[in-house]
C-alpha cells in the first residue's frame, strides 16, 4: 500500500511534468517515508494498471503504477 502523504500536489500539476522528473520525485517522497520493496512503471494512459496509479505525467498521456515486489 502505497503511504498517504498530505503534501502531494495536485493532479494537474503533475500531468504537465515529464515523467522522469514525477517519478525520480515520488521515489524521493516514498524513500523518504521508508517503503521498501516496490517498483514504479511508467506506462500509455489506455494501458492495464498492474498496480496502483499514484500519478500522470506527460499532459495526462501517460500514468505512474506503483507495485509491490518481493
Known sequence: MVPAT???PSQSTN??????ELKAELVARLDSKGVKNYTL??????EGSPGQ????????SKKIIYAKTR
Do not use: D, P
Open 41 to 46: 512503471i511508467v506506462l500509455n494512459k489506455s
Open 53 to 60: 496509479v499514484i500519478g500522470t505525467c506527460e499532459s495526462g
Open 6 to 8: 498530505t503534501e502531494e
Open 15 to 20: 500531468s504537465i511534468k515529464a515523467c522522469a
